[in-house]
């Protein structure tokens, strides 16, 4: 079993009874039945113009799978190839074709599940009630999922990436305000994350660079004159950009070099991690001050090892209502926020100290986030 996030290997962590490698339907029907007789918890872990999609398959495979079929077809989902399908669509999968299309949750039509009491469900025989709640509301609250019922999206057969760094002293921060304030009224065949983090500058001393990340249904010729007109001050030019199939564009932004052979969407990490990591997510309603951002990032200067990525909303994400699915957090949110802390130094004390920090730093963004409640995807 590989465990991602060496956090969980030390020897404080709490382990197991047993772990079920469930090879066929009726094994998970087994292990739900069985403990529920006595009383045990179970955690999952899930390793035409629809497709069925198994709870175990990693996104990159699925990619992978519809590429082989057609070049003008996808599926919307997260970024991160290693990903279980079955985790990542139960709590919504959202990702870099969201403003286009949705989440993955607004995108499957059927699902099959093994209940409480044993019975293989799927969307007909379970009701819309337990439908719509498996959909973005976690879904082994409600049972084990053994496939989703997915529908694929039209691409164009070449699609635009680009990646533009900017320093602080480079203007990043007055970019990055720009970015809040006209994000969600780009274009929705475009999307640009926004990914801020630590490194060298002059003199030996630490800096903040905000790399603008970006993937366009269309060409580059059709891309530049679109950001060039609605966000100048990116200063987006035909040498940042590249073009390609849908399907590779999922390996650029798994940060795989260009050329990397589609057959990496198909690794399974065996391997234990070498990184500790601590997440944390939030969603930005309003407009961060430009004077606030130097203390954001004053303060990240000062950690060091966080990354932050900011994830815009606006187009499909603003036309589907909040009660649509469990997954409420639509219209009327800027930006979502993904804190990232990793390290690599073993031991409780760099546990603690990192850890602390990523709670200092969340603590510290309070009064720039969503409250009462404080939106938490």
């Known amino acids: 079993m590989h465990i991602q996030n060496k956090r969980f290997k030390t020897a404080t962590t709490p382990k197991p009874l047993a772990i079920i490698t469930a090879l066929d339907e009726t094994h998970v029907q087994a292990t739900v039945t069985c403990a529920k007789c006595n009383n045990i918890q179970i955690r999952i872990r899930s390793e035409d113009e629809t497709a069925w999609v198994q709870a175990g398959a990693t996104i990159g495979r699925v990619y992978y799978t519809i590429a082989q079929k057609s070049q003008t077809h996808a599926f919307p989902a997260g970024v991160c190839i290693t990903l279980g399908a079955g985790g990542h669509f139960s709590g919504g999968g959202y990702g870099n074709l969201m403003r286009k299309f949705g989440l993955s949750v607004d995108n499957i039509i059927d699902a099959k599940l093994v209940d409480v009491n044993g019975n293989i469900l799927d969307r007909r025989s379970m009701g819309e009630d337990l439908f719509w709640a498996i959909r973005g509301g976690g879904g082994a609250s409600f049972g084990v999922i053994l496939s989703w019922k997915i529908k694929l999206v039209h691409v164009p057969p070449e ?219």
């Open 159 to 377: 699609v635009t990436v680009f990646k533009v760094n900017r320093k602080v002293e480079e203007g990043a921060t007055d970019i990055v305000y720009k970015w809040q304030l006209i994000a969600t009224n780009l274009h929705e065949d475009l999307f640009i994350r926004a990914q801020i983090g630590v490194v060298d500058g002059k003199e030996g001393k630490k800096t903040v660079q905000i790399s603008f990340i970006g993937l366009f249904l269309g060409t580059i010729d059709r891309l530049l004159p679109l950001v060039n007109e609605s966000f100048p001050e990116l200063g987006l030019q035909q040498c940042d950009c590249t073009q390609m199939p849908w399907v590779n564009s999922t390996l650029f932004w798994a940060n795989k070099p260009n050329g990397t052979p589609l057959e990496t969407l198909l690794a399974e990490p065996k391997d234990p991690s070498s990184d500790y990591y601590k997440c944390k997510s939030d969603y930005v309603k309003k407009p961060i001050p430009k004077d606030t951002m130097q203390s954001i990032w004053n303060m990240m200067i000062k950690g060091e090892k966080m990354v932050m990525q900011w994830n815009l909303y606006g187009g499909k994400m603003y036309e589907i209502s909040a009660s649509e699915t469990p997954f409420p957090h639509r219209e009327g949110n800027l930006f979502l926020i993904q804190y990232y802390t990793s390290w690599t130094e073993d031991g409780a004390e760099a546990n603690y100290r990192y850890v602390n920090f990523s709670r200092s730093f969340y603590q510290f963004m309070t009064p720039y986030v969503s409250y009462s409640p404080r939106g938490i995807p």
